[in-house]
């Protein structure tokens, strides 16, 4: 339980200004004190701009509602929270015109909330055709196009595609059509883009484990933002070749040939 975990939860509140850590601190140990739907929108807001923490959001909203429930036996946080999802789910759109990194951060986020949100030990069944319909859009040509939202579409179905397809089959069978016809476009698609197209269709049709196809494209992946991060901080080549050596890795795939 998260609540048992202070250090990581700790690490995470320590990202937010102090006024905004307090009210955290104090809605993890005791909600009944402080205004819950400001924490979920301090939350969400914090997610939209931060996709680190939105990675790891679902567990602190799942901590704060685990705390919620066991003082007061109510779900006010959790109504706060979905309601915020709802009215940035219905303006997903413009959204993502205005900014794709807050849009790649919202279907983080929402697919996180999914992985942890529970309603008798299920996924909560309100959240499902929202989560697909932001895969969907994910996995449109214009979507495709762009890396940061293949590495989004890719990572997400990693995390919450088996939950998925357990609850509504059919609708991932119409979104790797979508992906398998965007895997075959004649051209737009970068290689790294179609690499981890082909691994997230090899996963699925492998029962959702892990072959080699994932990791040449997680050999890849990483490669490309090692070279990334060399050239924006012009380390010296040498500094790459221990971070290759120790890649967890190396020596399974890296040295195939990519293509």
């Given at each position: 339980m998260v609540m048992g975990e202070p250090g990581r939860e700790e690490y995470k509140i320590q990202s937010f200004d102090a006024e905004t850590q307090q009210l955290l601190k104090t809605?993890?140990?005791d909600p009944g004190a402080v205004d819950l739907e400001k924490v979920a929108n301090v939350i969400v807001d914090h997610s939209l701009q931060d996709c680190v923490f939105s990675k790891e959001a679902g567990r602190m909203c799942y901590a704060i509602i685990?705390?919620?429930?066991?003082?007061?036996?109510?779900?006010?946080?959790?109504?706060?929270?979905?309601?915020?999802?709802?009215?940035?789910?219905?303006?997903?759109?413009?959204?993502?015109?205005r900014s794709l990194q807050g849009w790649v951060c919202y279907v983080t986020f929402i697919c996180?909330?999914?992985?942890?949100?529970?309603?008798?030990?299920?996924?909560?069944m309100a959240l499902v055709n929202p989560v697909y319909d932001c895969l969907f859009r994910l996995a449109q040509p214009d979507s495709l196009n762009k890396e940061e939202e293949v590495d989004c579409l890719v990572l997400q179905l990693h995390r919450v595609g088996e939950q998925l397809e357990k609850m509504n089959r059919q609708r991932m069978d119409e979104l790797f059509v979508l992906i398998r016809d965007g895997f075959l476009l004649p051209s737009g698609l970068s290689s790294l883009a179609q690499l981890l197209l082909l691994e997230i269709i090899e996963f699925r049709a492998a029962g959702w484990k892990t072959t080699p196809a994932?990791?040449?494209?997680?050999?890849?992946?990483?490669l490309q933002q090692l070279m990334g991060q060399l050239l924006r901080h012009?380390?010296?080549?040498v500094l790459l070749l221990p971070a290759l050596s120790n890649h967890p890795?190396?020596?399974?795939?890296a040295t195939a040939p990519v293509g």
């Open positions: 809605a993890l140990k685990q705390a919620e429930s066991k003082q007061a036996g109510q779900s006010v946080f959790r109504r706060g929270l979905l309601n915020r999802l709802q009215q940035e789910y219905q303006a997903r759109e413009q959204l993502r015109a996180n909330i999914f992985d942890y949100l529970r309603v008798n030990n299920m996924p909560m994932a990791h040449k494209a997680l050999v890849v992946k990483s012009q380390h010296p080549p890795l190396h020596g399974q795939e």
